[in-house]
């Protein structure tokens, strides 16, 4: 890892590796089959808690590990555990997601309610924006907040909520002042018991996730349930991306690191007109291909973090290429990984086959592919 070191400093290169000397430990735990998706993802997040690798998605005063939380410590952690299990990578990144919008723009007493017990792993986060008619276009949400004396009443629906049912508190995102679209949008902290807040769906997807459908139906919360000033709901909630999403990146990074070393193993053991398929030119072209397009994906995602924890420019336009070209990178990587284990990479219960399934969210959630790109292009012709 010692090429990558531009980006990082010794504390994140003792930090790499000991979550891969704590994957190690844990493996067959991680790779377990899931039979309840819900119960193994409070497990997980208890797992994660206990080893202190949560305490990286808060900052210190609330009992973390930095000041500052740091774009490069996530995307090594998920770099790592995403290698291991997709579902432990998406239990730590929801416990980013659901408390980075509290670091970002909490007041301390929301800081000091919320934040210590996510990053214990004693509590689960989640962050509701999506909904049935609103996904990529965010700022043309339904869900309404009205204000009634000292209290928000939110009446709506968001589905694709990840850690609908588990999570402990939900970053919501509702529209306080509707005529003004994106800029009447305010974020708001909702606990798991406030009355009104109803878990219509648990949704199954194609690779083991918590998540689900949740209706608000005149759900009451207190005012300082506000986060962030009424109206700046979408700079919460693009605030927290524009980090997060280079996050993504890396945890493709991990599944595409996994899916290669599997590759090169079963090149190597599996044998054909007489010799092991990695003595084939045509399977080492497909190794070096894979190989190449890990190392780039990976510097894209090193790059962009480094470009937030530096402050040295927005990271908005890095962080949107890194997603971009590390999902897009790890879903053809993991595709030729399965090609080179050929029907067995088909079978139920194979690594193969369960990558194959993981990695297409990926290029979906916190920002399609193509919506990564829009940002892109809207960066550069604002800078032409
Ligand atoms: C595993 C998983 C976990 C998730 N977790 C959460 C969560 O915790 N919280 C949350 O709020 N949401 C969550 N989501 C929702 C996710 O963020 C949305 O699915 C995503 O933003 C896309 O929205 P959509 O599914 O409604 O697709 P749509 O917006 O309907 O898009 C459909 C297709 O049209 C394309 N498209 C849309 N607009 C354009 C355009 N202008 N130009 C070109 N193409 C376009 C899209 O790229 C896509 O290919 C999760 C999703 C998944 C799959």
């Not at 890892?1 to 735990?29: E, G, I, T």
């Not at 590990?65 to 555990?81: G, H, P, S, W």
């Not at 399977?283 to 190989?291: E, T």
């Not at 962009?304 to 040295?312: E, I, N, R, V």
Request: hydrophobic content about 40%; overall charge neutral.
């Amino acid at each position: 890892m010692k090429s990558m070191a531009p980006f990082f400093d010794q504390d994140h290169l003792a930090l790499r590796a000991h979550v891969r000397a704590w994957v190690q430990a844990n493996w067959d735990s991680l790779n377990g089959r899931v039979s309840d998706v819900e119960e193994e993802a409070r497990r997980l997040v208890r797992l994660l808690g206990q080893s202190e690798i949560l305490a990286y998605v808060i900052p210190k005063r609330f009992g973390g590990q930095r000041e500052k939380v740091q774009a490069r410590d996530i995307c090594i952690l998920r770099e790592e555990l995403g290698r291991a299990s997709a579902l432990t990578d998406a239990m730590f990144a929801m416990q980013a997601l659901g408390s980075y919008p509290i670091t970002l723009y909490g007041t301390e007493e929301q800081q000091k309610r919320y934040l210590p017990p996510i990053g214990k792993g004693v509590a689960i986060a989640a962050f509701a924006l999506t909904e049935p008619d609103a996904g990529s276009d965010v700022s043309s949400l339904q869900t309404r907040a009205v204000r009634r004396g000292k209290e928000y009443y939110l009446t709506g629906v968001k589905r694709f909520i990840s850690n609908a049912g588990i999570a402990d508190s939900y970053v919501v995102f509702a529209s306080t002042e509707p005529e003004k679209k994106g800029k009447g949008i305010s974020a708001f902290v909702v606990e798991a018991d406030d009355p009104g807040l109803i878990i219509r769906e648990k949704t199954q997807l194609i690779s083991p996730h918590s998540i689900g459908v949740i209706e608000f139906e005149e759900c009451v919360v207190p005012e300082n349930s506000l986060l962030g000033n009424q109206g700046e709901g979408l700079k919460v909630a693009l605030g927290t991306l524009d980090v997060l999403r280079c996050t993504v990146g890396a945890a493709a990074v991990g599944f595409a690191q996994r899916a290669l070393e599997e590759a090169i193993r079963y090149s190597q053991d599996r044998r054909q007109f007489g010799q092991a398929l990695a003595e084939f030119e045509g399977i080492q072209f497909k190794l070096a291909d894979m190989a190449t397009e890990l190392e780039a994906a990976r510097l894209l995602v090193y790059q962009a973090a480094w470009t937030h924890d530096s402050g040295s420019e927005d990271p908005k336009q890095k962080s949107s290429m890194a997603k971009l070209f590390a999902t897009e990178a790890a879903q053809r990587i993991i595709d030729q990984a399965l090609q080179i284990h050929g029907g067995a990479g088909l079978v139920v219960g194979n690594i193969m086959e369960r990558l194959y399934r993981d990695i297409r969210a990926l290029r979906i959630y916190e920002g399609t592919s193509e919506i990564q790109k829009l940002v892109i292009a809207r960066e550069l012709l604002k800078k032409a």
